[in-house]
């Protein structure tokens, strides 16, 4: 912080600069997060039982929009005002600008996604990539096409349902462990939603760091592009031996429209439109070059809007329970308990501050197996000890967005690993020792945070 320089006897409770802060004005309360605490529970509790009975994506049989409504009871039951007025500062904290912008470019974002796959964009994107790979860069080539086209979609789900099939056949043909070609294909999926334009998680680093995206995107790729590299490098020694793989008939055409909005975000167009453009040119290749209809057009982009209701309905109510928690000061003391943490590690700065954020979302997102979620949680407290320790909302956006996809990428009971566990039929937690990249990024960012020069 400036002008505070910690030692192992000063302790950080309410420093003269957090307590500017309206959040911090309010009495710091442990009691206040306990609604999360009781989210987490449900979730993370209801997966693990289910997990024990042997049932098939047991993590998600609860739907994470509802587990979080007892944790809003529970919020409502703790606030120390009128029950009018709680609800009242529930339906504020969803309405916030950041949650509704947040919402709508979910929806333009799995319309998108939808179109795009109706017409065989997915299709003809992989099998663009198989072709130009030569069969001894196979492993590394299906890393690449997989964070290739999790850049373009933004979802890394997308990705694995896109390419493990794909994939999968691959490994047979060649003789590659299956093992491994998981492992690369969730690595792909990893680094391309991490530094999509498009992705949620960069939605919600961004819209709550208050940052461009693109400006994100530059300070990722400091650290996501070394990992890649180094992890290309692994794969490539892992596919050593292996035999031609078989493709289909180049169709260009199909794959124009990824990287039509590729280029859109990348040159800094406002995301609404990029989103819109990219349906719509989508729409007008299917048209053009195969049987497509106004009428599948339309139930396409509905159903894209289905495929986000999860993640939309949980970031509304996400918005509301933090409401709630700030006011009531679970929030502040979520925030000194990290800031104390991080200075008796002697963490001081920029420095202290960037370990705090890292290891904020990374906890929270071990808890939530969800990303995005992880994300929508620690974004207050990031982005008030971005502005305490002086620390660039691009940096506190990126430090967000990466550890909470590096947990993400490590966790057996994550949408990732289960969705590719199912199509590749082994346990997912024998995927995670094949997560290299998310492993090596974990380092390469861990050193970034450690070693970089403090300004």
């Given at each position: 912080?400036?002008?505070?320089?910690?030692?192992?006897?000063?302790?950080?409770?309410?420093?003269?600069?957090?307590?500017?802060?309206?959040?911090?004005?309010?009495?710091?309360?442990?009691?206040?997060?306990?609604?999360?605490?009781?989210?987490?529970?449900?979730?993370?509790g209801?997966?693990?039982?289910?997990?024990?009975?042997g049932?098939?994506?047991a993590?998600?049989?609860?739907?994470?929009?509802?587990?979080?409504i007892?944790?809003?009871?529970?919020?409502?039951?703790?606030?120390?005002?009128?029950?009018?007025?709680?609800?009242?500062?529930?339906?504020r904290?969803?309405?916030?600008?950041?949650?509704?912008?947040?919402?709508?470019i979910?929806?333009?974002?799995?319309?998108?996604?939808?179109?795009?796959?109706?017409?065989?964009?997915?299709?003809?994107?992989?099998?663009?990539?198989?072709?130009?790979?030569?069969?001894?860069?196979?492993?590394?080539?299906?890393?690449?096409?997989?964070?290739?086209?999790a850049?373009?979609?933004?979802?890394?789900?997308?990705?694995?349902?896109?390419?493990?099939?794909?994939?999968?056949?691959?490994?047979?043909?060649?003789?590659?462990?299956?093992?491994?070609?998981?492992?690369?294909?969730?690595s792909?999926?990893?680094?391309?939603?991490?530094?999509?334009?498009?992705?949620?998680?960069?939605?919600?680093?961004?819209?709550?760091?208050?940052?461009?995206?693109?400006?994100?995107?530059?300070?990722?790729?400091k650290?996501?592009?070394?990992?890649a590299?180094?992890?290309a490098?692994?794969?490539?020694?892992?596919?050593?031996?292996?035999?031609?793989?078989?493709?289909?008939?180049?169709?260009?055409?199909?794959?124009?429209?990824?990287?039509?909005?590729?280029?859109?975000?990348?040159?800094?167009?406002?995301?609404?439109?990029?989103?819109t453009?990219?349906?719509?040119?989508?729409?007008?290749?299917?048209?053009?070059?195969?049987?497509?209809?106004?009428?599948?057009?339309?139930?396409?982009?509905?159903?894209?809007?289905?495929?986000?209701q999860?993640?939309?309905?949980?970031s509304?109510l996400?918005?509301?329970?933090?409401?709630?928690?700030?006011?009531?000061?679970?929030?502040?003391?979520?925030?000194?308990?990290?800031?104390?943490?991080?200075?008796?590690?002697?963490?001081?700065?920029?420095?202290?501050?960037?370990?705090?954020?890292?290891?904020?979302?990374?906890?929270?997102n071990?808890?939530?197996?969800?990303?995005?979620?992880?994300?929508?949680?620690?974004?207050?407290?990031?982005?008030?000890?971005?502005?305490?320790?002086?620390?660039?909302?691009?940096?506190?956006?990126?430090?967000?967005?990466?550890?909470?996809?590096?947990?993400?990428?490590?966790?057996?009971?994550?949408?990732?690993?289960?969705?590719?566990?199912?199509?590749?039929a082994?346990?997912?937690?024998?995927i995670?020792?094949?997560?290299?990249?998310?492993?090596?990024?974990?380092?390469?960012?861990?050193?970034?945070?450690?070693?970089?020069?403090?300004?």
């Open positions: 912080m400036a002008g505070y320089t910690p030692t192992d006897n000063a302790p950080i409770l309410l420093l003269p600069q957090l307590t500017q802060h309206p959040r911090l004005m309010t009495t710091a309360r442990a009691a206040a997060i306990s609604p999360l605490l009781l989210f987490i529970l449900l979730f993370v209801t997966g693990a039982y289910f997990n024990y009975l049932v098939e994506f993590f998600y049989q609860l739907p994470a929009p509802v587990a979080i007892p944790a809003i009871m529970l919020a409502i039951f703790l606030a120390k005002e009128p029950l009018n007025d709680a609800i009242e500062r529930l339906m904290g969803i309405g916030q600008p950041t949650v509704v912008a947040m919402c709508l979910y929806l333009l974002a799995g319309a998108f996604a939808s179109v795009a796959t109706s017409m065989g964009a997915v299709d003809a994107t992989v099998n663009l990539g198989v072709t130009l790979i030569p069969s001894s860069l196979i492993l590394p080539g299906v890393f690449i096409v997989s964070g290739i086209i850049t373009a979609m933004g979802t890394s789900m997308g990705t694995i349902g896109a390419v493990a099939p794909v994939a999968l056949a691959l490994a047979q043909a060649t003789g590659i462990d299956p093992i491994w070609m998981a492992g690369s294909v969730l792909g999926a990893i680094f391309g939603d991490n530094l999509s334009i498009i992705s949620d998680t960069t939605i919600a680093a961004t819209r709550t760091q208050g940052c461009e995206m693109r400006d994100k995107f530059k300070e990722n790729v650290m996501a592009l070394p990992a590299l180094i992890a490098i692994v794969f490539y020694l892992l596919a050593s031996g292996s035999e031609q793989a078989p493709t289909e008939p180049l169709d260009i055409i199909k794959t124009l429209p990824y990287f039509a909005i590729l280029i859109m975000a990348l040159m800094g167009i406002n995301v609404f439109v990029v989103l453009c990219g349906t719509l040119f989508a729409a007008a290749v299917a048209f053009a070059t195969i049987d497509y209809s106004m009428l599948q057009w339309s139930k396409d982009i509905y159903k894209g809007f289905t495929n986000m999860e993640i939309f309905l949980l509304m996400i918005g509301g329970l933090g409401a709630l928690m700030q006011h009531q000061g679970g929030l502040a003391f979520v925030e000194q308990s990290v800031l104390k943490m991080t200075s008796k590690l002697g963490a001081a700065g920029k420095r202290g501050g960037e370990l705090a954020i890292a290891g904020l979302v990374a906890l929270t071990l808890c939530t197996a969800n990303n995005t979620v992880a994300i929508l949680v620690a974004s207050d407290v990031a982005k008030h000890i971005a502005n305490d320790r002086e620390i660039t909302p691009r940096r506190s956006a990126s430090l967000l967005d990466i550890f909470s996809c590096i947990v993400q990428g490590l966790i057996p009971w994550g949408a990732q690993m289960l969705l590719l566990g199912s199509i590749f082994i346990s997912p937690i024998s995670v020792g094949v997560s290299i990249y998310p492993m090596i990024l974990a380092i390469v960012a861990t050193l970034f945070v450690v070693l970089r020069k403090q300004a």
